[in-house]
T-cell receptor
Framework: NAGVTQTPKFQVLKTGQSMTLQCAQDMNHNSMYWYRQDPGMGLRLIYYSASEGTTDKGEVPNGYNVSRLNKREFSLRLESAAPSQTSVYFCASGGDLSPIYGYTFGSGTRLTVV | SQQGEEDPQALSIQEGENATMNCSYKTSINNLQWYRQNSGRGLVHLIL?????REKHSGRLRVTLDTSKKSSSLLITASRAADTASYFC????????????FGRGTQLTVWP
């Protein structure tokens, strides 16, 4: 099925460890986004990539880095994980019709930092 | 900071009843979108309304937008147990880059 695929689905890290969250879309979308969702909160934008080769900070970029590897893939890296980064992370993508039909979200990565 | 604020935070109704959720926002927008999130899952796009539209329908969904009051409402008619989910509004704050700003959501529970 076409859509946004995130890996892994679950991860537990120790404080200070690093990891990369992977995201891939097969809809030929230009833009991709990383959000985090904390309990009782809506999603907050971490980083986004409006097109292949470009990335920009969102609302809460501190502690994260991103790479737009190609048009399909957009990864999020935590260099030194902190308990405050415990959250559910969602990747999303958007194409030319997204201003009409909305954006497509992955199923999320649930990250716990202990 | 949260752009949208949904109201109520939680709503509990019986199957067959209508559910109304409200969203307020603070800045100018190009469009406002509503998403559904089932427990433990990703967000699913429901409906998008542009700033120059006042009302839009999609199946059992009806969305209204009042830009003068910076508010929107989502009505789900004849609710079903399968409608149980969290509902979020999201705006673009006038940007064309696709960045979305979400509210905290309304948790809807529909009892059989």
């Amino acid at each position: 099925n076409a859509g946004v695929t995130q890996t892994p689905k679950f991860q537990v890290l120790k404080t200070g460890q690093s990891m990369t969250l992977q995201c891939a879309q097969d809809m030929n979308h230009n833009s991709m986004y990383w959000y985090r969702q904390d309990p009782g909160m809506g999603l907050r934008l971490i980083y986004y990539s409006a097109s292949e080769g470009t990335t920009d900070k969102g609302e809460v970029p501190n502690g994260y880095n991103v790479s737009r590897l190609n048009k399909r893939e957009f990864s999020l890296r935590l260099e030194s994980a902190a308990p405050s980064q415990t959250s559910v992370y969602f990747c999303a993508s958007g194409g030319d019709l997204s201003p009409i039909y909305g954006y497509t979200f992955g199923s999320g990565t649930r990250l716990t930092v202990v | 900071s949260q752009q949208g604020e949904e109201d109520p935070q939680a709503l509990s109704i019986q199957e067959g009843e209508n559910a109304t959720m409200n969203c307020s926002y603070k800045t100018s927008i190009n469009n406002l979108q509503w998403y559904r999130q089932n427990s433990g899952r990703g967000l699913v796009h429901l409906i998008l309304i542009r700033s120059n539209e006042r009302e839009k329908h999609s199946g059992r969904l009806r969305v209204t937008l009042d830009t003068s009051k910076k508010s929107s409402s989502l009505l789900i008619t004849a609710s079903r147990a399968a409608d149980t989910a969290s509902y979020f509004c999201a705006t673009d704050r006038g940007s064309t880059l696709g960045r979305l700003y979400f509210g905290r959501g309304t948790q809807l529970t529909v009892w059989p």
